[in-house]
């Protein structure tokens, strides 16, 4: 009887405290071990009459390092790259193009990657390393740094006029770590987990978390980011170099409707199984 009963609760815990197996979904699980095409975009290199390479121009496929495989993308922010087609020196802004990737529009919106930078120093300003954008582009979400800082924060653009945490009122809201320090220091591979629910359109049940190696830093509960009427999911992610000087890599990246988890090719897992469906002890 002890037995049949725990079962009953651990089931029944499940059931109303987890998304039910079925419908989560992992929408990509990208290591860059191919080309970039056909499943990013690489459009923002083709300018001045290049076509836009395979693998792509900044940030590119690289075979130098890797988190798993042997390969990752590298992003160059030296304000002059090295020169290769489609993306010549520039004296300004790490030649201002990026790899983006469509896939199934998701309320709920999961990422993980692995992220490393050697000899980085991030802009005086910001530094921005991946957008999120909703079906129709408004609102948009930037992961980055500000004025220097090592630690990852979210700018939330277009979003209904509020007041911010900051305390300024606007519809561009910056969301700092509120929950712990984790610097991303250089010469290490960090698992970076971001987590964004857009809530209902015109409601205040948003939400943003982040986590880095397992570690909570930041989270901003019943958040207001769609108007009424807007569309209510995110469904394209941009890789986006700009703005500080150094080398940034990305592997292992993925996308889906709940949490991914950093088991990969470190053999690490940082997310708890989930509470089992359907137990049945005899």
């Given amino acids: 009887m002890t037995l049949r009963l725990l079962a009953l609760v651990m089931v029944f815990t499940g059931a109303i405290g987890t998304e039910p197996l079925a419908s989560a979904a992992t929408y990509f699980n990208e290591g860059f071990e191919g080309s970039l095409q056909p499943n990013w975009s690489t459009d923002s290199c083709n300018f001045m009459g290049v076509s836009p390479p395979a693998n792509g121009c900044n940030p590119f496929i690289t075979s130098e390092i890797a988190h798993g495989g042997s390969k990752a993308l590298r992003a160059d922010y030296t304000g002059n790259p090295p020169s290769r087609a489609g993306c010549p020196n520039s004296p300004t802004i790490e030649c201002g193009v990026t790899a983006y990737r469509t896939y199934t529009p998701t309320v709920d919106h ?7 930078t050697e000899n980085f120093t991030y802009g005086s300003i910001s530094t921005k390393n991946v957008y999120d954008y909703t079906t129709d582009n408004s609102p948009s979400f930037v992961w980055g740094h500000h004025f220097g800082d090592r630690a990852l924060q979210l700018d939330a653009q277009g979003i209904p006029s509020q007041t911010c945490p900051s305390g300024k009122i606007g519809s561009t809201c910056s969301f700092w770590p509120n929950m712990a320090s984790v610097p991303l220091n250089d010469n290490q591979w960090y698992c970076i987990e971001t987590h964004l629910n857009l809530g209902t359109a015109g409601g205040s049940d ?9 570690t909570q830093t ?5 958040q207001r980011f769609l108007e009424a009427g807007q569309p209510d999911a995110i469904n394209q992610v941009k890789i986006y170099a700009q703005s500080g000087s150094g080398i940034m890599y990305y592997d292992d990246f993925a996308i889906g409707n709940s949490r991914i988890g950093c088991d990969g090719a470190s053999g690490i897992d940082l997310v708890p199984p989930a509470s089992p469906q359907g137990l049945s002890l005899r």
Wanted: no cysteine; aromatic share 34%; proline share 0%.
């Fill in 110 to 116: 999961w990422k993980r990657f692995w992220y490393r």
């Fill in 218 to 222: 930041t989270g901003y509960y019943n």
């Fill in 206 to 214: 948003g939400s943003i978390e982040i986590f880095i190696n397992g």
